[in-house]
C-alpha cells in the first residue's frame, strides 16, 4: 500500500517561510543610534518606580513624569497617579513627584507649606539651567530665554525668577523685535531640547544684535538631544523615509522629525507606536530610517520594526554615531542601605 511521506516538519515549515519572504518586497531600515531613552528619562522613571518600592502605593506624580504615552500607562498600572496641580494630592504622607522638565519655585513652595514629602525629578540638565538663570539674575543681567513657548520646561525655567526677569524668543523673528532694558547687561539661556541648528541661528541673532550678551559655559542643549540629532543626519541621506517613535508634545522628539527631513530624508514622520503607522506612506519606500526621542522605550522602536518585517522582506543595520554612558543618581531620599549618598539610618543599640 502506497504512503505519502510526512514532510519534515522544520524544513517544511521554513520552505513556507522562505516562499512567503520572496513574495514581500524588500525594505533596508536603517536604525539611529543613540535613540531613545536619555539619563535624564531614566532616573525620572526610576524615581517613580523606586518610590512605589519604598512607600507602597499610591504615589502621585505632577504632569506627566515624561512626555510618553506608553511609560505614563505602564507606571498607572504600578501605582501611579498622575495630576495636573497640587491641589488635587490629597493632605498626608504619600509622595508626590515632579516631572523631569523642571517646575516654577512655587510649586516645591507650595508642597512645603502643605508638608507634602515630595520628591524632584528634575533633569539635571535642566537644574543646570534654573542656576544659570539664578545666577545671572543675581548679577544683575537681563535674561533671555531661547525655547517654545508653553511646553513645561520653558514654564519652569521662568518660573525660576520673578515675572519680568526672564524674556523668552522662540525664533529671530523675536530676536529683531526684542529690547532690553540695558544691551550691556545681557544673557542668555536655552532650553534642552531644541534643534541644534535652528538654535545656533537665534544664538548668532542675539550675538550680532548685541555684542556684549553672556552664554552659558557650556551649551545648554542636552547632551541626549544634540547625539540624537547628530544620529538622524547621518540616517536621514540614505532614506526614502525617516520615522520618528515618539509623543507629538515631545520637543525632541518634534525636533527630530524637522532634522530628518533637513537632513536629506525625503520624508520624515512621528509615531507613537506602531498601529499609528500611514502605511499608504510607505508605498515606494525602499529604504527606511528609525529613531526613537529622548522618552520613547526601545520596546516601543522593537513593536515598529516588528510591523515592518510582517509587511517586507526587511534588512536592518544599526548605524551609530557616539556611544553614551550618562548616568544620573537618584534623590538622595530614595537611595538604599549601602548606596552612595544614602542617608544614615539611626540605630538604636540595645540595652
Not at 242 to 252: K, T
Request: with cysteine; charged share 25%; proline share 6%.
Amino acid at each position: 500500500m502506497y504512503r505519502q511521506r510526512e514532510p519534515d516538519a522544520p524544513a517544511y515549515y521554513q520552505r513556507i517561510a522562505n516562499i512567503m519572504t520572496e513574495q514581500l518586497p524588500d525594505l533596508k531600515i536603517y536604525l539611529a543610534a543613540p535613540r531613545g531613552f536619555c539619563a535624564g528619562v531614566v532616573r525620572a522613571i526610576d524615581i517613580v518606580e523606586r518610590a512605589l518600592e519604598l512607600h507602597g502605593k499610591p504615589v502621585y506624580v505632577r504632569h506627566e513624569i515624561v512626555h510618553n504615552k506608553y511609560v505614563v500607562e505602564d507606571l498607572k498600572q504600578k501605582g501611579a497617579i498622575f495630576v495636573e496641580e497640587l491641589d488635587e494630592v490629597p493632605d498626608g504622607d504619600r509622595p508626590v513627584i515632579f516631572s523631569a522638565h523642571g517646575v516654577p519655585k512655587s510649586v516645591p513652595e507650595a508642597a512645603k507649606n502643605r508638608n507634602l514629602f515630595y520628591l524632584d525629578a528634575t533633569c539635571p540638565l535642566v537644574s543646570k539651567v534654573h542656576m544659570e538663570a539664578s545666577r545671572h539674575f543675581q548679577d544683575g543681567y537681563e535674561i533671555v530665554l531661547i525655547g517654545h513657548a508653553g511646553h513645561p520646561e520653558v514654564i519652569g525655567t521662568m518660573g525660576q525668577l520673578p515675572e519680568g526677569a526672564i524674556s523668552l524668543v522662540e525664533d529671530e523673528e523675536d530676536v529683531a523685535k526684542f529690547e532690553p532694558r540695558d544691551h550691556d547687561k545681557l544673557a542668555y539661556i536655552t532650553q534642552t531640547t531644541l534643534s541644534v541648528d535652528d538654535t545656533k541661528g537665534i544664538i548668532e541673532a542675539l550675538e550680532k544684535k548685541f555684542p556684549n550678551i553672556h552664554g552659558p559655559h557650556k551649551e545648554d542643549i542636552c547632551y541626549a538631544t544634540t547625539n540624537r540629532q547628530e544620529s538622524v543626519k547621518s540616517v536621514a541621506p540614505h532614506c526614502d523615509m525617516v520615522l520618528v517613535v515618539g509623543a507629538p508634545n515631545s520637543s525632541n522628539s518634534q525636533r527630530l522629525v524637522e532634522v530628518a527631513k533637513t537632513a536629506g530624508s525625503k520624508q520624515s514622520m512621528l509615531v507613537q507606536r506602531a498601529a499609528e503607522i500611514n502605511w499608504d506612506a510607505m508605498a515606494g519606500v525602499k529604504m527606511l530610517g528609525i529613531t526613537a526621542g529622548a522618552s520613547a522605550p526601545e520596546v516601543l522602536v522593537n513593536e515598529v520594526v516588528d510591523a515592518f518585517r510582517s509587511r517586507y522582506n526587511v534588512t536592518v543595520e544599526t548605524i551609530k554615531t557616539k556611544d553614551e554612558n550618562v548616568e544620573f543618581k537618584l534623590p538622595r531620599q530614595l537611595r538604599r542601605e549601602g548606596e552612595p549618598g544614602a542617608p544614615v539610618r539611626s540605630t538604636t543599640a540595645a540595652e
